[in-house]
């Protein structure tokens, strides 16, 4: 059973930065692709960043790109998502999951859709102030 704990989520102002963790255990991390999810109140949970299990497969969501970067240690297990210049709009639950498919590892998929993630953490709250 695989196992996601996130980390590093807190209060912020906008246009500063955080940088959230997500250690797991229980399977072999090196062969799932992981992602980071998010959910704001009222919406639905949404990518923000997924990563390839070589992490040469990249995929950001357009809100996201060029603020966010995505990024793993295969050595630690742990997945990390490094974001800068937070906005208000980037308030919300994140949640980091593990797509534990045989696919992903055969051909380096960083999947987009929360229906292909198996295992999610608890998640972590983001809050960023104007």
């Known amino acids: 059973q695989v196992q996601l704990v996130e980390s590093g989520g807190g209060l912020v102002q906008a246009g500063g930065s955080l940088r959230l963790s997500c250690a797991a255990s229980?399977?072999?991390?090196?062969?799932?692709?992981m992602g980071w999810f998010r959910q704001a109140p009222g919406k639905e949970r949404a990518l923000v960043a997924a990563?390839?299990?070589?992490?040469?497969?990249?995929n950001y969501s357009d809100s996201v790109k060029g603020r966010f970067t995505i990024s793993r240690d295969n050595v630690k297990n742990t997945v990390y998502l490094q974001m800068n210049s937070l906005k208000p709009e980037d308030t919300a639950v994140y949640y980091c999951?593990?797509?534990?498919?045989?696919?992903?590892?055969?051909?380096?998929?960083?999947?987009?859709?929360?229906?292909?993630?198996?295992?999610w953490g608890q998640g972590t709250q983001v809050t960023v102030s104007s």
């Open positions: 229980g399977g072999p991390f090196s062969r799932y692709a």
């Open positions: 990563i390839s299990w070589r992490g040469s497969n990249i």
């Open positions: 999951a593990a797509d534990t498919n045989d696919a992903v590892w055969r051909f380096n998929v960083a999947a987009t859709r929360t229906s292909e993630y198996d295992y």
